[in-house]
């Protein structure tokens, strides 16, 4: 189960609700995951998170965080 983080500036390019994104673990990576906060359908596996590149946890949700930038506005 994905537990979803709403991301303070990212925006849905379908429909322009805010973005949330949620992350899950596997053997060698954290998949990152971002969907519509409204729920419009769209959704994208955004990226990955090796699991060699962090210590804590917290370092996961920060690059996830950052990967949603490119949805948020100048």
């Given at each position: 189960?994905?537990?979803f983080k709403k991301h303070d500036?990212?925006?849905c390019p379908d429909c322009g609700a805010?973005?949330?994104y949620g992350t899950k673990?596997?053997?060698s990576?954290?998949?990152v995951y971002y969907?519509?906060?409204e729920r419009c359908g769209w959704e994208q596996m955004t990226g990955r998170v090796l699991l060699a590149d962090v210590d804590?946890?917290?370092d996961v949700d920060d690059r996830a965080r950052e990967m949603g930038d490119?949805?948020?506005g100048p």
């Open positions: 189960m994905i537990t500036t990212a925006t805010s973005l949330v673990e596997e053997a990576s954290w998949k969907e519509c906060n804590h946890r917290d490119q949805w948020s």
